[in-house]
Every structure is written in structure tokens, then in C-alpha cells.
């Protein structure tokens, strides 16, 4: 599958101003900074498609992208604010995401499948383990996605990935399916794509 347009529909401060429920829609969370604008942009092939920001957790919006694809589907991308905030950020504004998500998450009726992002230059992080656990307790499917692994050495992304999971196999099951990419290399793209364009296929209109 491939992107043949892609475009910027909405940001909306709650899942009820979202736009209509009535395309298959993915969404991207994870910690500011983790990279998620830019792996909308890579899949996209849009450079300034989802804004890059320097200040992070400021926007707390949902950013819907409507998406066209080669097999002729619609869909929505989403780019929603990350967790982990710098300490300048009030307790009411955590509040207010914290509650944003969860009624996003548990409540947007389209939502196919949520991808956690996770840096995959680091060791596992207590914040994105927490935020996994959430997810758990939610009864909600997800998908990791490890990026940026154009900034490690070889055998680290491996290495990584490999004491994420294992940190998960304490208290899961099993394990969730995973990517690993790079905005810059554009490594797993076509991965990625393919994956929900399959999904797509099994989409049934709501
Ligand atoms: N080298 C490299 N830098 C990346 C990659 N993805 C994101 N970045 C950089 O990491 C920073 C945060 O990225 P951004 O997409 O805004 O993260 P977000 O806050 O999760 O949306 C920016 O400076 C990006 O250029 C990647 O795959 N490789
Ligand atoms: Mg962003």
C-alpha cells in the first residue's frame, strides 16, 4: 500500500469535536519529543504535514489527517499530544489530557489500533511502562513502534527492543506486535503501511 494524498482535516481539544467516525483511523501516542509528528510525516511523505514542536506538551489538541491510499481507501492518521511534560506544565493541564485520552481511547468508535511509540535509543522507561500498564487496565489493543533508530549504533535498536519486551513478558502474556523506524532513513515505512492497509481490508463500515 501506498500514500497518494494525505491532508490536514482538524485539531480538536476533545474526541466528541472530532470529525465523523466513518473512515478506519490510527492513532499515534507516546512521550513529547518520541517522535511522533515525524513519523506521520515520513509515512506521509510530507514534510511539514504534522507540525515538528520544539515545546513540548504545550499542544493538547487531536490532529486528525485524512489519508487516501493506492488501494483506494480513506483513512485518518492522528497525531495526539504526547505524555511526559516539562515541569513548567500545570496539574490542571495533565488532568485535562489525562482526561482527554482516556475518553479518546476507550470512546472514538473508529479507532482500529493505537501505536505507542517508544524511543529506542533508551533502556525501558518507567513513564511509557506505565502509560502501557493504563492500556492494560483499559482492555485496549496497541502496537509499538521503536523510533528513531537511525540515532543508534548497530545491535542497540536490537538490543533495546529486545529489554522492552522482556520487561512486558513479566505481566503480559504476550507480546504486542512491533516496528522499529527512523524519520530519517524512513526504515520501517513500508512495514507500517502495510500493516494498516491490511487492517483497512477488515475494516467494517461502522
Ligand atoms: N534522527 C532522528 N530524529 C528524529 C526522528 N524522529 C523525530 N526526530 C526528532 O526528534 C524531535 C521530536 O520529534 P517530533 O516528531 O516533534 O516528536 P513528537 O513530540 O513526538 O511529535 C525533532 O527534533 C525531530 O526532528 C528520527 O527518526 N530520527
Ligand atoms: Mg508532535
Not at 106 to 130: G, H, M, T, W, Y
Amino acid at each position: 500500500m501506498e500514500i497518494v494524498s494525505a491532508a490536514y482535516i482538524i485539531s480538536s481539544p476533545g474526541y466528541k469535536d472530532c470529525p465523523p467516525a466513518d473512515k478506519p483511523e490510527y492513532a499515534f501516542i507516546g512521550r513529547s519529543n518520541v517522535g511522533k509528528s515525524s513519523l506521520i510525516n515520513m509515512l506521509t511523505n510530507k514534510k511539514g504535514l504534522a507540525k515538528i514542536s520544539s515545546t513540548p506538551g504545550k499542544t493538547q489538541l487531536l490532529n486528525h489527517f485524512e489519508i487516501i491510499s493506492s488501494d483506494k481507501k480513506k483513512w485518518y492518521l492522528v497525531d495526539l499530544p504526547g505524555y511526559g511534560y516539562a515541569a513548567t506544565v500545570s496539574q490542571k493541564a495533565r488532568n485535562n489530557w489525562g482526561n482527554m485520552i482516556e475518553s479518546y481511547i476507550r470512546k472514538r468508535e473508529n479507532l482500529v489500533c493505537l501505536f505507542v511509540l517508544i524511543d529506542s535509543r533508551l533502556p525501558p522507561q518507567a513513564i511509557d511502562l506505565e502509560f502501557i500498564e493504563q492500556m492494560g487496565e483499559w482492555q485496549v489493543p496497541f502496537v509499538l513502534v521503536f523510533t528513531k533508530s537511525d540515532k543508534n549504533k548497530p545491535g542497540a535498536t536490537e538490543k533495546n527492543v529486545a529489554n522492552f519486551l522482556g520487561v512486558l513478558s513479566d505481566k503480559w502474556e504476550e507480546s504486542p506486535p512491533y516496528f522499529v523506524t527512523s524519520a530519517t532513513t524512513k526504515e520501517g515505512r513500508k512495514p507500517l503501511l502495510d500493516y494498516i492497509g491490511g487492517l483497512n481490508r477488515s475494516f467494517t463500515r461502522l
